[in-house]
């Protein structure tokens, strides 16, 4: 039989494969709620418009809850010959209120009706991701404030760099997820335009309104252009690149909490919570959480690709390509967020290992650059000099298997003759750490500083 929206040009209805790949309804019945809030917004305003009467506007409005119920309780039967979720609603508000729902589709198309339906489901998972950002800044700032003056080893290439402070580190990925959550925020206002009332592509002959559509659904505006507003995919686009930027930093702290939770490091105990066990080897406790954040990436950055690739080249206004921005933006969605509430989650429940993060920030002559300086500061050396000789102590201190600090005066004197005891006041983690109060350095000031501020931002 043929299909009852277009029925009237076709003789046959779809061969089996032909329905397989066009039925988007497998996935786009996610959007079922922001395609109800679209059709609700649209009936109230073709009444508003005199387009068609209050009571048919009526019926159809409250159709449309029913069906929306039908579906939140999952008694509503998804058809894939009703290819998608625009067509299954329309449906079935026909079976509910009759004649009325054939009115609902004047002065508007699958087009922009998708297009509108798709903004408001990427504009709440953007809603939903600046509360998830602001939760893992606050589990971070927790972290920094409780360990604003623990000494650990700041590192370059991996290796020992100079100590910095742990609430200075957790105060970095603090600066970067603050700037996801400005890139969600920036995101959210461009995309926040209406594309509903273009129609197929051209606008429409109905003396219909926008700007009351574009109000009703929390729209600053109707989109300017019916043609882009039909084709456009940037803000989902835009939404995967700034999913992606995110889950980069994601995977950078993960890589970090896995690294840091072996033995061989032991700066942080993950919670149980966050962690599990092996089925053969009885001491096990996995940061598995930590390594799923760091692979996810991998499918939000390839959903950001696959799109990209899917819109290159399209020409204007829709084609039936477009439908498959949404299981990309969908899976990604689901992605990010899972790993962010993961990460706050492993983040709030962490324990910092306060002993092992200073006995290995002591340890690799972290402190080499302060006695450089110090030699700068204090016998006038230029500081090309002073990293030769403090070169030449570091030398002696590996040669003999000891750390700066544990160099005898004379021994060091025997290298630069200037050295005092006063060197031994620059050579500990924490005077090290105390003076860097250049704005933004590691001193516990500073970063209590930073604390405050960002917790002020959030306020
Ligand atoms: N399911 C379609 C999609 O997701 C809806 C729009 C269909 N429009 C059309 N002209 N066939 O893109």
Not at 313 to 324: C, F, T
Not at 325 to 331: I, L, P, R, S, T
Not at 340 to 346: H, I, K, T
Request: charged letters at 25%; glycine letters at 8%; a negative charge.
């Amino acid at each position: 039989s043929s299909n009852q929206m277009w029925g009237g040009r076709f003789a046959a209805g779809p061969d089996a494969i032909m329905e397989a790949i066009n039925a988007s309804i497998g996935y786009d019945q996610r959007m079922a709620a922001q395609d109800i809030a679209g059709s609700r917004a649209h009936a109230a305003m073709l009444a508003a418009q005199g387009i068609i009467s209050d009571s048919d506007a009526k019926a159809i409005r409250e159709g449309l809850l029913t069906v929306l119920s039908e579906i939140e309780g999952g008694t509503f039967e998804f058809s894939t010959a009703l290819e998608d979720i625009h067509m299954n609603v329309e449906a079935r508000l026909k079976e509910v209120i009759g004649e009325p729902a054939g009115r609902l589709h004047t002065g508007r198309s699958r087009n922009d009706q998708v297009a509108t339906d798709f903004r408001l489901w990427v504009r709440d998972q953007l809603d939903a991701a600046e509360g998830a950002l602001e939760a893992l800044i606050k589990a971070l700032l927790g972290q920094a404030e409780a360990g604003a003056d623990w000494v650990m080893p700041g590192f370059t290439h991996l290796q020992t760099a100079q100590p910095v402070t742990w609430g200075h580190h957790m105060m970095a990925y603090v600066e970067m997820f603050g700037r996801d959550l400005s890139r969600v925020r920036d995101a959210r206002k461009r995309m926040n335009e209406s594309p509903l009332g273009a129609a197929a592509l051209a606008g429409t002959g109905f003396p219909i309104d926008r700007h009351m559509t574009a109000e009703a659904l929390g729209f600053d505006r109707p989109m300017a252009n019916s043609l882009d507003a039909v084709s456009a995919r940037d803000f989902a686009i835009e939404f995967l690149s700034v999913a992606s930027i995110s889950a980069m930093h994601l995977s950078r702290f993960a890589e970090e909490l896995v690294i840091w939770s072996s033995a061989q490091f032991r700066f942080v105990t993950l919670s149980d919570r966050f962690s599990t066990g092996s089925s053969i080897m009885p001491q096990k406790k996995n940061p598995d959480a930590a390594e799923l954040i760091r692979a996810k990436v991998g499918r939000i950055f390839g959903a950001n690709v696959a799109l990209m690739m899917v819109m290159k080249g399209l020409p204007l206004a829709y084609s039936k390509d477009m439908q498959e921005d949404k299981e990309q933006v969908f899976d990604a969605a689901d992605n990010w967020m899972l790993a962010l509430a993961a990460m706050e989650g492993m983040v709030k429940d962490m324990t910092a290992n306060r002993a092992s993060l200073e006995a290995s920030a002591s340890s690799g002559f972290s402190t080499a650059t302060d006695l450089a300086d110090w030699l700068v500061r204090e016998t006038g050396l230029p500081f090309r000099e002073a990293h030769h000789v403090t070169g030449a102590l570091v030398a002696l201190a590996e040669q003999k298997g000891c750390d700066l600090p544990d160099l005898s005066l004379s021994e060091m004197q025997a290298v630069k003759d200037t050295i005092t005891e006063d060197i031994f006041n620059v050579l500990g983690v924490h005077n090290s750490v105390a003076s860097r109060m250049s704005y933004g350095g590691t001193a516990p000031a500073r970063v209590r500083e930073q604390v405050a501020r960002w917790k002020e931002v959030l306020a």
